[in-house]
């Protein structure tokens, strides 16, 4: 099969690129014709205030992207088109540069964004669902897009602009979910059931399952506050010691837990590892932790945690209630608490048996959901869905 990716990349690398990398392998290695067509938000960088000023119009349609992609669609003539992200550089145009040569696009939800400017459902350290159920108005108000309602305002208008046009439901044959919860809760602020199809992330080359010896926990991911980096602290601060935590990451807030790590005790800091150091240091971990307070999409980390099979102890929402069992391959703990976060760790930490039982499991997880093999098929059905679904559409306009 002929396949074109599309993806706009931030600044910063995240959990996105790695998903878009592994799954243009996979079909490379299935042996389908690949073309990515990628951007990045670092361009940015290269223009003057004055350039990224007028450059906000594009957020909303750029028509640069919509060219340069009509033209691959003439040239590389793919039959299905794989949308990851769009913002900013791309924009949602690149839906109706599919729509007018009759290639069918499906795009993968890897967070809230059709919905919320910031894309997380997430405000002022509590999940926020006001721009669905108010208005978009309610994000420019608060800034919730990088802290700043000039960029909130291009992203709400963006969203504004594509909901009037159309552009969800007409110009995008099928969505991407990665999971039942986040399949249901788009639905529940817009999008029909039916054109929203559930395939997860997964890890390839499988790293193998780790011994668990290092006599540590380990944090890996952004240091951000939907992240629950102040709750992962408040609780180590309460262990005071009883459990070694390793945190591997960056982010803003990268200097609070290097100051934690002078004077909270058993905290160390490593900074971003590269991913094999990062997957050596989590097979050698008692467990994972995850205490984020937003929704998440696929978090990439869980999946090489069960991979890896190591358990994960994680907050009871969202993703997280859905990828990880309670008292099977992790520990579920109540949002925001670090309190509870600290007794759950604990209780882990002083059961290493079932810490193992756990391991075993969550290795086990991995190879029955979330290997290269059992994603393919289940990728290429979604590709066949959309054709057939164009064809059929193409079929009764003409009728009509």
Known sequence: ?????????????????????????????????????????????????????????????????????????????????????????????????????????????????????????????????????????????HGCYRDSRAATAAAALTLAVHRRLGTWMRAVEFYIAFHDFARRKMTEVGLPAEKILVKPNFVSPDPGQGAGNGGYALYVGRLTVDKGIPVLLAAWKRLNGRIPLMIAGEGPLQDLVAEAAQSIPGVTYRGRLPRAETLRAMKEARFLLFPSVWYEGFPVTIAESLACGVPVVASRMGAMEGLISDGQTGLHFVPGSGDDLAERALWLWE??????????????????????????????????????????????????
């Not at 290269?46 to 691959?72: H, N, T, Y």
């Not at 993968?108 to 059709?114: G, I, K, Q």
């Open 1 to 141: 099969m002929r396949i074109l990716i599309v993806h706009n990349e931030y600044k910063f690398p995240g959990g996105e690129d790695v998903v878009v990398e592994q799954e243009e392998a996979l079909l490379r290695q299935a042996g389908n014709q690949v073309a990515l067509y990628r951007r990045n938000n670092r361009e940015l960088d290269q223009q003057s205030s004055l350039q990224r000023l007028g450059r906000l119009p594009s957020a909303v349609w750029a028509w640069d992207a919509k060219a340069e992609i009509s033209r691959i669609l003439k040239e590389f003539n793919p039959e299905v088109v794989h949308v990851h992200n769009t913002l900013t550089m791309i924009s949602p145009a690149v839906f109706w540069a599919c729509h007018e040569a009759g290639i069918p696009a499906v795009m993968t939800l890897h967070n809230f964004r059709l919905y919320c400017p910031a894309g997380t459902f997430f405000r002022d350290g509590h999940v926020c669902e006001d721009c669905p159920q108010q208005s978009l108005w309610q994000g420019v108000k």
């Open 351 to 400: 059961h290493p048996e079932k810490s193992r039982e756990m391991g075993s499991a969550a290795r086990a997880e991995y190879l029955a959901k979330y290997t290269a093999e059992k994603n393919y098929p289940v990728l290429m059905d979604i590709y066949r869905r959309a054709i057939d679904q164009k064809q059929s559409s193409e079929k009764m306009g003409a009728i009509r």
